[in-house]
């Protein structure tokens, strides 16, 4: 039951942030999104996964390794436009 609980809440917190990476992916626009906060968030949840794998729990590790994935491409994106609006 409880390992049940972890999966569930792991997957509605990871599909979250597909469509705010999807729109990211599509417009290429971060415009609305705060790097420092996006930074902050992703050094988060890379600890988050590390843990997860560190103490071999695999509903964190694997929405947290999932997650990763979505805040890095934001993030990704995020710095490309902070870079284009200082040209």
């Given at each position: 039951m409880i390992t049940s609980l972890g999966f569930m809440a792991a997957a509605f917190t990871t599909l979250s942030f597909l469509p705010q990476a999807i729109k990211v992916i599509k417009t290429k626009n971060t415009s609305g999104i705060s790097f420092s906060m996006y930074l902050m968030f992703t050094i988060g949840v890379l600890l988050w996964f590390t843990y997860?794998?560190?103490?071999?729990?695999?509903?964190?590790?694997?929405?947290?390794?999932?997650?990763?994935?979505?805040?890095?491409?934001?993030?990704?994106?995020?710095?490309?436009?902070?870079?284009?609006?200082?040209?």
């Open positions: 997860g794998i560190a103490t071999k729990q695999t509903s964190i590790a694997l929405a947290n390794g999932i997650t990763l994935i979505f805040a890095l491409i934001i993030l990704k994106y995020t710095i490309d436009d902070l870079k284009k609006n200082k040209k």
